[in-house]
């Protein structure tokens, strides 16, 4: 019987500990790749992968920083002239970044970044372009789209371990009695 009770407490605690977690409003990051076509060849490629964490957003459910975007390989940085924005539908943080907009340093590498994407604008204006460091232009990418939007949401993963933990130290102590 007192094995019972103590597995009824554990179980009390963690459903307990889920209850105070916002479901709904927690923050998450999401992720995709980034694919577009080469206009000297109309051939498809992995351009790189974005980003982006929800806790960040402001009210109109936009982020004006990522916490990792990469191009051709190269990890990009925003210069204090530079810009940076993405939004997505905080009601429906699955469906992934609605758009984004971004012109980049070269920082080191020898080539700027620019470029735009809408999930419900024209493909024609998905674009990305590169840059020689003189502002010629080296290359330019069209009909950019995103992979399907990967979602890590923290803190109910937090909890999950949580709650598996407390069942698992009430276990221990029972098995020691």
Not at 153 to 168: N, Q, R, T
Request: proline share 3%.
């Amino acid at each position: 019987m007192k094995y019972m009770k103590n597995i009824f407490f554990a179980a009390s605690l963690a459903f307990a500990s889920l209850s105070l977690i916002s479901f709904g409003a927690s923050a998450a990051l999401i992720t995709h790749s980034i694919i577009g076509q080469d206009t000297l060849d109309d051939e498809y490629y992995i351009l790189g992968s974005i980003s982006i964490d929800t806790a960040k957003a402001d009210i109109f459910d936009e982020v004006d920083e990522f916490v990792q975007f990469e191009i051709l390989g190269v990890d990009q940085t925003i210069d204090p002239l530079g810009l940076f924005f993405a939004g997505f539908d905080s009601s429906n943080i699955f469906a992934g970044i609605e758009y984004f907009g971004f012109d980049t340093l070269w920082d080191g590498v020898g080539f700027a970044f620019s470029g735009y994407y809408d999930a419900f604008g024209p493909s024609v204006d998905n674009t990305i372009d590169v840059f020689f460091p003189s502002g010629n232009l080296f290359g330019v990418f069209v009909d950019v789209f995103l992979t399907d939007a990967e979602v890590v949401s923290e803190p109910p993963m937090l909890a999950l371990i949580l709650a598996l933990g407390s069942v698992l130290f009430v276990r221990r102590k029972n098995t020691k009695l």
